[in-house]
């Protein structure tokens, strides 16, 4: 994959303004989608996220769950209508709930157009009801295979009988699920099939994401990459798929599955990147800014929003970093290199 330019020339920086209440990047890509850490702990270690041993941060480095809001609300008030809370697993946050529940009056007012979030489900069971009392309509949940010993092991730790449990409340709660699955060459390449059959059944969209280079792990990344042309390939053998305009907001590129009616989405950081529409940035836990999940530039939000009642300070550092988001990532995999970067998906935010 050739390299995408990271650097625009400073003429063009100068092109991520605050355009009235809109973000646009140098590319005049108009920002509104947030995605935001509130922690990187969770309680499995899938192999391909997260090294099994992991050394999480000190409690004290992340933000509280008010200055979360404050920060959230910041972009909120720079034009971002789509909020995606993430972790590592965010519902192992304490007092999770009471973030949500502030954030929700940007539903009410309007000004948000969705509040979400990515989950690994083991907790959903406790708290679907509440996310849809308050205003979450539809959760992603990451499920890779439905065979519970591979699950365990996929997961290090994880039941998948607790994960069902969570889903079947968000399905009594109301919530619309979207199912994320990574597929992973020679482990639940098999089952992709039987993901989308159970899946559709139940009405579910399902996501298929290809492996990305984020963090050292036990495993070898290109004993587990299955790139994602091959698998539509296989599929389109058995059902017609046809290609959708249909967007989330998110870089899935999404088919209709004519004998089931349900539909699969596609993330090919890898095969196809899907930078060229890219609305997103990610907040880690701590206040980091990435323009980019597949670069190292970074802007320190915690600094001015700790330094200051003010939120003037923060929106300028927010508008002053997306005058540096480049135009897409340049993810690799080869056997002879070391990951594209060094942090885990868990530190970044899903």
């Known amino acids: 994959?050739?390299?995408?330019?990271?650097?625009?020339?400073?003429?063009?920086?100068?092109a991520g303004r605050q355009a009235g209440d809109a973000l646009i990047d140098p590319?005049?890509?108009?920002?509104?989608?947030?995605?935001?850490?509130?922690?990187?702990?969770?309680d499995f270690r899938c192999v391909y996220c997260m090294a099994e041993d992991?050394?999480?941060?000190?409690?004290?480095?992340?933000?509280?769950?008010?200055?979360?809001?404050?920060?959230?609300?910041?972009?909120?008030?720079?034009?971002?209508?789509?909020?995606?809370?993430t972790g590592g697993e965010p519902l192992v946050r304490k007092n999770v709930m009471t973030l949500f529940r502030g954030l929700s009056r940007h539903l009410v007012s309007g000004a948000l157009e969705e509040l979400t979030l990515t989950t690994n489900g083991s907790?959903?069971?406790?708290?679907?009801?509440?996310?849809?009392?308050?205003?979450?309509?539809?959760?992603?949940?990451?499920?890779?295979?439905l065979d519970a010993g591979r699950f365990r092991e996929l997961t290090r730790r994880g039941d998948l009988g607790v994960v069902l449990d969570g889903i079947k409340a968000a399905e009594a709660a109301g919530l619309r699920i979207k199912i994320n699955?990574?597929?992973?060459?020679?482990?639940?390449?098999?089952?992709?099939?039987?993901?989308?059959?159970?899946c559709h059944d139940r009405g579910h969209d399902l996501t298929l994401i290809e492996t990305m280079p984020l963090g050292e792990v036990v495993t070898d990344r290109t004993d587990q990459y299955l790139p994602l042309d091959l698998v539509r390939e296989r599929l389109a053998q058995r059902y017609t798929l046809t290609d959708l305009a249909m967007r989330t907001g998110g870089p899935a590129r999404y088919v209709r599955v004519e004998e089931t009616g349900g539909r699969i989405g596609f993330i090919t950081p890898m095969t196809h990147n899907f930078c060229e529409a890219c609305n997103r940035v990610r907040v880690t836990c701590?206040?980091?800014?990435?323009?980019?999940?597949?670069q190292e530039d970074a802007a320190d939000l915690r600094a001015p929003l700790r330094g200051s009642e003010s939120d003037e300070a923060l929106r300028h550092a927010i508008v002053e970093a997306i005058a540096r988001k480049p135009k897409g990532?340049?993810?690799?995999?080869?056997?002879?290199?070391?990951?594209?970067?060094s942090r885990h998906m868990s530190m970044t935010g899903g």
């Open 329 to 341: 990532h340049d993810f690799v995999i080869d056997r002879n290199s070391r990951p594209s970067l």
């Open 181 to 198: 699955a990574v597929a992973l060459k020679g482990i639940n390449e098999h089952e992709i099939e039987d993901l989308m059959l159970w």
């Open 123 to 145: 907790r959903l069971a406790h708290h679907a009801a509440e996310l849809a009392d308050i205003g979450v309509r539809r959760i992603n949940v990451s499920l890779d295979t």
């Open 286 to 294: 701590t206040g980091t800014l990435f323009m980019c999940l597949g």
């Open 54 to 85: 992991m050394t999480f941060l000190p409690r004290r480095e992340l933000l509280t769950l008010e200055e979360l809001d404050r920060l959230c609300s910041a972009f909120v008030g720079l034009g971002v209508r789509k909020l995606r809370i």
């Open 27 to 42: 590319f005049s890509r108009r920002i509104s989608y947030l995605r935001v850490s509130v922690t990187d702990r969770c």
């Open 1 to 14: 994959m050739a390299t995408l330019l990271s650097n625009p020339p400073l003429a063009m920086s100068r």
